[in-house]
């Protein structure tokens, strides 16, 4: 049997080159699951397990590893095959079928190893989510989008150098000095791309909102979702979603209305001219006792005063602040005091009119 395989042959391949060439290669198939958990595994005795489960970590690191595992062992069985010499083809070294078959496999390998280098950056970011979670960490968890962008830049700029000098053999720092050279185009050609970057670091720096928060610049409003390289995501009231570029956000004034301790109400109550002043002169106190007993407007007195006169109407000014940032319980709590405002004004008998209706001289 030994004998029967020396003497049988494949494409000038024998017989035993070819069965080490299935048999690593099969083996490779094999335990490349156990060697992806145990990688795994290993990877997880170096983190701080309180923020992760080792089954998470297998599950985000085992595709590529098993991948990676794969090329390892299709690189050593390989080994035992040669190229027929009768299909004449140009040694690797030179441009041909081999050539590009190489290049193809040592691309193949870059690709999965950045694929693997990304989950691992998956991972950190997994950690820091869970390690930063709670309302008091909020100023930390607005990192995590910005540091997962951060390394998947200096990630996907590593590769390509790596790509470009294993590969196509390019000289990289070379590459690097020209680049230095025509930085100045480079720079002009990208001042706004720039300017945003920078702006970034100034937000992350300075801290004027953080992620959650309700700002206003100028007649844009929203919740920030996210704080990018280049744009900030805000969430307006009515669910659009507003990318502002990060320059704006530090070039004119911002307002943070999470950071305010009250909301203001300030509107004005338009009555008949046909209203007596002795009703005028009751609801004043009522409405102040309407607002008032709302548990949030109690530390700072409301102003009710009878304003004036208007074209069409008798005008009482209503001002009053209520304890709160979020703009939803604000807008709660005003709707809770205008149905009691109503109520008490239908009650006393006062009629709301538009500044724009004339009155009825019949």
Excluded at 217 to 237: C, M, N, P, Q, Y
Aim: proline letters at 3%.
């Amino acid at each position: 049997m030994r004998e029967a395989l020396a003497n049988w042959y494949l494409l000038e391949n024998s017989a035993e080159d070819i069965l080490f060439f299935v048999g690593i290669l099969l083996i490779g198939l094999a335990l490349r699951r156990f060697f992806s958990n145990s990688f795994s595994k290993i990877i997880f005795r170096f983190l701080p397990n309180q923020f992760i489960q080792v089954q998470d970590c297998i599950q985000l690191l085992r595709k590529p590893v098993e991948l990676l595992l794969f090329w390892v062992f299709l690189y050593f069985s390989i080994q035992y095959l040669h190229v027929p010499k009768v299909w004449n083809f140009n040694p690797v070294e030179k441009f041909g079928l081999l050539f590009l078959l190489q290049k193809t496999f040592e691309t193949a390998v870059i690709i999965t190893f950045t694929w693997l280098i990304v989950r691992m950056l998956k991972v950190i970011i997994l950690i820091a989510q869970q390690k930063w979670q709670g309302v008091e960490q909020k100023s930390k968890q607005q990192f995590i989008p910005f540091l997962n962008d951060l390394g998947m830049v200096f990630i996907m700029a590593g590769s390509c150098f790596v790509l470009l000098g294993r590969v196509f053999q390019v000289d990289v720092m070379a590459l690097i000095t020209g680049l230095g050279l025509g930085g100045l185009a480079l720079a002009l050609a990208a001042r706004e791309t720039l300017e945003n970057l920078f702006a970034s670091f100034t937000i992350f720096l300075d801290l004027p909102f953080v992620v959650g928060d309700s700002i206003q610049v100028g007649s844009i409003s929203g919740d920030v979702e996210k704080i990018g390289f280049r744009s900030t995501r805000l969430r307006a009231l009515d669910g659009n979603l507003i990318m502002i570029p990060n320059r704006l956000l530090t070039s004119q004034s911002l307002e943070n209305m999470s950071e305010r301790n009250y909301r203001r109400a300030k509107y004005t109550l338009s009555c008949s001219l046909q209203s007596k002043p002795e009703q005028i002169q009751q609801v004043l106190p009522e409405i102040e006792q309407i607002i008032l007993a709302e548990p949030l407007c109690k530390k700072k007195a409301p102003k009710i005063i009878f304003e004036g006169f208007g074209t069409y109407s008798l005008d009482i000014s209503i001002t009053y602040f209520v304890q709160t940032s979020d703009f939803g319980k604000f807008q709660s709590v005003k709707q809770e005091i205008n149905l009691g405002i109503l109520k008490n004004l239908h009650e006393a008998g006062i009629v709301l009119v538009s500044s724009a209706t004339a009155p009825n001289m019949n």
